[in-house]
Nanobody, 125 residues
Framework: QVQLVESGGGLVQAGGSLTLSCAAS????????MAWFRQAPGKEREFVAY????????NYADSVKGRFTISRINAKNTVYLQMNSLKSEDTAVYYC??????????????????WGQGTQVTVSS
């Protein structure tokens, strides 16, 4: 029922920045836990960050702490991922995901029930 539309991916040099956006449908967006995951070719989908619906608590993967910032504007039904100091290792397809159920906050992809189509981020050395 929830549709997620991602945008903002592209090609950037190492050390540069990109901001990804994910627009979501639904009147109860403010109750959703929103997350970003990424997947490089041949690798498992990897947790990047999540943000809770109302208190805006956040959690980050160790690999992106201090460089990436997840945020949301509930009035716009949109979640963002600001990526700074990008490294070649950040190259992946980035997906936003929504957890519309009340449950334990998770870094596991299988706990999220809606996904965007993904947007490619390529970081050149």
């Amino acid at each position: 029922q929830v549709q997620l539309v991602e945008s903002g991916g592209g090609l950037v040099q190492a050390g540069g920045s990109l901001t990804l956006s994910c627009a979501a449908s639904g009147r109860t967006f403010s109750s959703y836990v929103m997350a970003w995951f990424r997947q490089a070719p041949g690798k498992e989908r990897e947790f990047v960050a999540y943000i809770t619906g109302r208190n805006y608590n956040t959690n980050y993967a160790d690999s992106v702490k201090g460089r990436f910032t997840i945020s949301r504007i509930n009035a716009k039904n949109t979640v963002y991922l600001q990526m700074n100091s990008l490294k070649s290792e950040d190259t992946a397809v980035y997906y936003c995901a929504a957890d519309t159920s009340w449950g334990v906050l998770s870094k596991l992809a299988r706990e999220y029930d809606y996904w965007g189509q993904g947007t490619q981020v390529t970081v050149s050395s």
